[in-house]
């Protein structure tokens, strides 16, 4: 069966500081691979999609970026965090077809200070 | 104009009760999906049922049903005999056909579910 990973499960982390939150997915091969973020109290939005090994879509333009080197990992990185990165990220995961279904890791609560 | 819509913010239900969490959506395409998710309060966003436009019949699963209304452009979540652990806050979210990938996502009902 396909599992998904996220870590770290916590962050604080100071403004102005680098950020790498690493998502890895096992059980399956050539996944969808997805960002969001969740603000406090609200819904879901996308930050990144990746539909193969280096190739990488953003649908918010902001100080964060995303890189997928391997196959399965889905890597989240900023070089300078801001209060506003404060949030709940969370990578998914879908199969390669159309209206697939997206499944969900455990989360990132990350804190900017 | 929002893509799903999510009137209710939050829910009140008493156990073993069913309750009903409205959702409606706006596209324009001829084929897309319709999802429910499930985010208890250690953050974890759980699939729980899917809708194909094109499934002519609403989709169920265990105590999970979708009342799927094509032309009214609904897709609202039955929870039957409702139990202290449908605590939670609950998602809508829509994969349309022409959007490579990507969900839309409403922005949630918190239901609680009362002893």
């Known amino acids: 069966s396909q599992t998904i990973h996220q870590w770290p499960a916590t962050l604080v982390q100071p403004v102005g500081s680098p950020l790498s939150l690493e998502c890895t997915v096992e059980?399956?091969?050539?996944?969808?691979l997805y960002w969001y973020r969740q603000a406090a109290g609200r819904g879901l939005q996308l930050l990144f999609y990746s539909v193969g090994i280096g190739q990488i879509s953003s649908e918010v333009p902001q100080n964060l970026s995303a890189s997928r080197p391997q196959d399965r990992q889905f890597i989240l990185s900023s070089k300078k965090l801001l209060l506003s990165d404060s949030g709940f990220y969370l990578c998914?995961?879908?199969?390669?077809?159309?209206?697939?279904?997206?499944?969900f890791g455990p989360g990132t609560r990350l804190l900017v200070l | 104009a929002q893509k799903i819509t999510q009137t209710q913010p939050g829910m009140f239900v008493q156990e073993k009760e069913a309750v009903t969490l409205d959702c409606t959506y706006d596209t324009s395409d001829q084929s897309y999906g319709l999802f429910w998710y499930k985010q208890p309060s250690s953050g974890e966003m759980i699939f729980l049922i899917y809708q194909g436009s094109y499934d002519e019949q609403n989709a169920t699963e265990g105590r999970y049903s979708l009342n799927f209304q094509k032309a009214r452009k609904s897709a609202n979540l039955v929870i039957s005999a409702s139990q202290l652990g449908d605590s939670a806050m609950y998602f809508c979210?829509?994969?349309?056909?022409?959007?490579?990938?990507?969900?839309?996502f409403g922005k949630g009902t918190m239901l609680l579910v009362s002893p």
């Open positions: 059980g399956t091969s050539n996944p969808n």
């Open positions: 998914a995961w879908s199969e390669g077809h159309q209206i697939e279904t997206q499944y």
């Open positions: 979210a829509m994969r349309e056909n022409s959007g490579y990938s990507t969900l839309t």
